[in-house]
């Protein structure tokens, strides 16, 4: 990265990919506007001259919020004020001194006097309180997971009709709580499902906020509005209970669920309104397919996703009569290990309810083994699977897609023989190796593959802010 377009043609020459600043020293890119270089080993180049060092000094900042760590490049023996089109030495020689910059790290800033945080002994110890006691926590994220039909928005119905009508929760000795709830639901219509089930738990939809699909709120959008709509309708019911169904229909475009700091950035926010607010917040998921039976790595997305929720719950198929279910725990930072409880899916009237059974010996664990024994996933599909939704934002290290695929249980020669069906291969970029999905031709291809040779760019000031496909960008 080079201020002004001269000292970037002059890379683009020697076939080295460039971008530039159109600012001026004195100025610097949106944020939004570097995003895109996320997945870049990127190198600044300053002009050889104060404004110049300053300007990307900056500029490196910048980089460093955005997740980017970038390398400083000084040519010691640039002329005043020199950049990138005036070194004369070979292009070997250049790239080799690119290569060998040091990383960027921020400067020492000064000492600051404490005004952040409290001394623990200045908090009052408080007691976890319960929507449901073991299992679902007053004031943290807890999520439920599960393949599809295993019933899991009818449990979280079944809930939502105890709250509502003051009743216990399924063998749950405490006393009960009163109060609303606010489901959101990016796949069932209030109408024709989401009510005809809660009136045959014997819920009171009075006490009951639910948003219609076409006014969704988002969760992860930089201005947090869709948070502000949760609240409210919170406020609107007095709800102890938050049920988001499922959390990837909610989740802004620009959060990638396979990344951890993406992640955990999107739901800070959700956590600290279930603190403030003191109510459950309960997301569902889907499970992804490694065919693992290891319950903490088989919820779809980011594992960051099961360490940032306090309480983690499966529903799945009971091994031993398959006229029930189970609901068992999978993680819980805030109670000591329960059992798990069978339940069924009862037909009633037009729709269906909950009916709970009793206490299981099953262990979350055991739910996922007996499911792939019985089904086993073919090796080769999970792992095109997993391939298919990690890279579906573009590409990613090898390192990483090789390490993100033991984690949910598929090996590496099962990661290679699934990208090469799908027809691409591990391409080397710099001094690293990444994977891609291929995509079909298009009559840009030849201009594009230009670019990602060596090409110009552009002004970095041109590129859209969120580009679609972060790998043409």
């Known amino acids: 990265m080079v201020e002004g377009e001269k000292a970037r043609d002059a890379l683009a020459e020697r076939g080295i990919l460039a971008v530039a600043t159109v600012t001026g020293a004195a100025g610097l890119p949106a944020t939004t506007v570097l995003e895109p270089l996320r997945d870049f080993d990127v190198v600044l180049w300053p002009d050889n001259d104060d404004p110049g060092r300053e ?39 250049l790239i080799r001194m690119l290569s060998e910059a040091p990383r960027w790290s921020p400067k020492t800033s000064k000492i600051i006097p404490v005004a952040a945080g409290i001394r623990f002994s200045d908090v009052p110890i408080e007691q976890v309180q319960w929507l449901w006691k073991g299992r679902i926590p007053l004031g943290k994220l807890t999520i439920l997971e599960g393949d599809p039909d295993e019933g899991k928005s009818l449990i979280m119905l079944d809930l939502a009709a105890r ?23 990016g796949e069932d219509g209030i109408a024709d499902t989401l009510r005809p089930r809660l009136v045959a738990a014997g819920g009171d939809s009075e006490r009951v906020w639910g948003f219609r699909l076409e006014e969704l709120p988002e969760i992860g959008s930089r201005d947090h509005d869709g948070l502000a709509q949760i609240e409210a309708a919170v406020q609107a019911v007095d709800a102890r209970l938050v049920v988001i169904d499922p959390l990837t229909a909610f989740l802004a ?21 279930a603190e403030r607010l003191v109510v459950a917040v309960v997301v569902i998921r889907h499970l992804n397919k490694s065919g693992s039976a290891n319950a903490k790595q088989r919820g779809g997305g980011s594992i960051g996703l099961t360490a940032a929720a306090r309480s ?33 899916l009862e037909p009633h009237e037009d729709t ?24 086993p996933p073919g090796r080769l599909e999970a792992a095109r699977e997993f391939l298919r939704s990690f890279l579906a934002n573009g590409r ?78």
């Open 352 to 375: 269906a309810r909950i009916e709970w059974v009793g206490e299981t010996r099953h262990t979350a664990n055991a739910l996922l083994a007996a499911v792939a024994e019985s089904h």
């Open 55 to 93: 300007h990307m000094e900056r500029l490196a900042d910048s980089l460093y919020k955005v997740g980017v760590t970038p390398r400083s490049f000084e040519w010691e023996a640039a002329p005043s004020k020199g950049d990138a089109a005036d070194f004369r030495g070979s292009t070997d020689d």
């Open 253 to 273: 475009d620009r959060v990638e669920t396979h990344k951890d700091h993406d992640v955990r950035r999107a739901l800070r926010p959700l956590a600290a309104l």
């Open 396 to 473: 990613r290290g090898a390192m990483e897609v090789l390490a993100q695929g033991k984690k949910v249980g598929i090996n590496s020669k099962a990661l290679h023989d699934a990208l090469r069906t799908l027809g691409s291969k591990p391409e080397k970029v710099g001094r690293r190796w990444v994977w891609d999905m291929p995509r079909r031709p298009t009559p840009e291809d030849s201009q594009e593959c230009q670019a990602a040779e060596g090409g110009n760019l552009g002004n970095l000031g041109d590129l859209d802010p969120e580009p679609t496909d972060r790998r043409v960008a």
């Open 312 to 344: 983690v719950l499966l529903a799945g198929p009971d091994p031993d009569d398959p006229s029930q279910k189970v609901l068992a725990r999978v993680k819980n930072n805030l109670a000591a290990e329960g059992p798990a409880l069978a339940y069924k």
């Open 163 to 185: 709250l509502t009508t003051g009743r216990p929760m399924p063998f749950d000795d405490t006393p009960p709580l009163l109060a609303g709830a606010v489901y959101l639901s």
